[in-house]
C-alpha cells in the first residue's frame, strides 16, 4: 500500500476514486531527479463496458501484479513529456494510495477518510 495525503482546494476538487483489476505489471522508471515513478494499467466497468485507466505513483509499486483487485485514490493529471514524434501528453491517474481489495477495512477507513475531508472543506 503506497500512503500520502490527498487535500482538497474549495476552489476546485479533482478526486479520484477507482476499484478495478489491474491489467499490466508495474513498470518502474527513474527521472532525472532521481525519483522514482511506477507506472500500470487498471481497468474498471462501467454500464457502456470497460474502460482502461492509466495510473502513476511516486515510489516503487512491487506489491500490485496482474489480476489484483485494487483501490487507488487520487487525482487527475496531464503531463507533458518529450518523445521521439516532439512534445507528447498523457492523461492519468496519480495515486496517492493503491490499497488491494482485499484489505476492505483499509479501503473503507481511506475512502471514509477522503470523504469526510471533501464534505468538510466543501461545508456539505
Given at each position: ?19 478495478g483489476e ?14 522514482i515513478v ?87
Amino acid at each position: 500500500m503506497v500512503t500520502t495525503t490527498t487535500t482538497v482546494d474549495t476552489e476546485g476538487v479533482n478526486l479520484v476514486i477507482l476499484v478495478g483489476e489491474v491489467t499490466s505489471p508495474p513498470v518502474q522508471r527513474t527521472l532525472q531527479s532521481g525519483e522514482i515513478v511506477s507506472s500500470f494499467d487498471m481497468a474498471t466497468h462501467v454500464e457502456s463496458g470497460r474502460i482502461s485507466v492509466p495510473v502513476a505513483l511516486a515510489g516503487e509499486c512491487d506489491t500490485t501484479h496482474v489480476g489484483d483487485n485494487v483501490c487507488v485514490v487520487g487525482y487527475v493529471r496531464r503531463r507533458f513529456f518529450r518523445s521521439g514524434a516532439g512534445v507528447t501528453s498523457r492523461t492519468e491517474v496519480m495515486a496517492d494510495q493503491v490499497i488491494s481489495m482485499r484489505r476492505r477495512a483499509n479501503v473503507r477507513k481511506s475512502v471514509s477518510r477522503v470523504i469526510e475531508h471533501l464534505s468538510a472543506d466543501l461545508e456539505i
